[in-house]
């Protein structure tokens, strides 16, 4: 079953208009309300109006109340143990750490499924099949998952790079083809270079892919294909943080399987070739 809508709401609520933002705050107070009711319902209900309501399914990307109602009721029969992040406490046991980073880092994992646009996946998959050059960008933590992209997309014959270096990365958009494509990540979607980066891919025309935390961003809002990864609160020691790369690295994994199955048999070869380069200079022969 389809789940995902209170994380959705929860994720982009302050970023919403007052309307909105109204209609999310009763929704997440009163979730089993939306199951049995219109939109025309839930606009009175909120003290706004119906319009409201289908706008709001707009701004969460959603095909309609109907898809948002379904993503709730999903919601809804979740069990209590798959819902939440915890963070560490001083003096805990090295089990208990172990358990807990478990289940953030399943939780990451589940929560970011729920909120994949499967048609902004397929774009982006035949925009990256079709491209001649795929250029990643990250900083810091995000340049770990730009780096294990390129590396995937080197092992199926597709010319990848994966730079840091502001100005290299410019010299490459500014010398780059209408066939090529930039990739940033962020997870906030607000770091400053990888803003001007796609900027720049922007206006020299290259296609641009964006993959930042669910919701609205100055980096998402310039790109031309949308991918997100869930949104989960920051704790005192940054549980959210490792959660968000391995949510980061799930979907570049989705990107990648996405990509082999289209084109199965090349893809099949291609890893062999490599396999058998990587034998050779392990073994010499």
Known sequence: MSAGGLKMLQNMLEQLPAS???IAHFILE??????????????????TSGAAVIRLCKSLGLNGFQDLKV???????????????????????????????????????RDTEEIINYEELERAVQT??????????????????????????????????????????????ANANKEDVVFCISHSGETAEVIKVMSLAKERGVKTISLTKYGQSSVASVAD????????????????????????????????????TVQYEHTIQAIDQTREAIRFIKEGN
């Open 20 to 22: 909105e933002r109204k």
């Open 128 to 173: 990256l099949l079709a491209a001649q050059n795929v250029h990643f960008f990250g900083i810091g933590a995000s340049n770990i998952i730009a780096k294990d992209a390129q590396m995937k997309i080197l092992r199926i014959q597709k010319n990848a790079t994966a730079f840091t270096d502001t100005h290299l990365v410019a010299t490459i958009i």
């Open 225 to 260: 294909i949308k991918l997100f990864t869930s949104y989960s609160g920051e704790a005192a020691f940054r549980s959210g943080a490792t959660s968000s790369r391995l949510a980061q690295l799930y979907m570049i994994d989705i990107l990648f399987l996405s990509m082999a």
């Open 71 to 109: 993503r709730i009721a999903g919601d809804l029969v979740k069990s209590v143990d798959q819902q939440g992040y915890r963070d560490i406490e001083p003096g805990e046991s090295f089990f208990s750490i172990a358990r807990k980073t478990t289940s953030n880092s399943i939780q990451s994992i």
């Open 30 to 47: 009163n979730p089993r309300s939306i199951l049995d009711s219109t939109v025309n319902d839930i606009g009175i209900q909120a003290k």
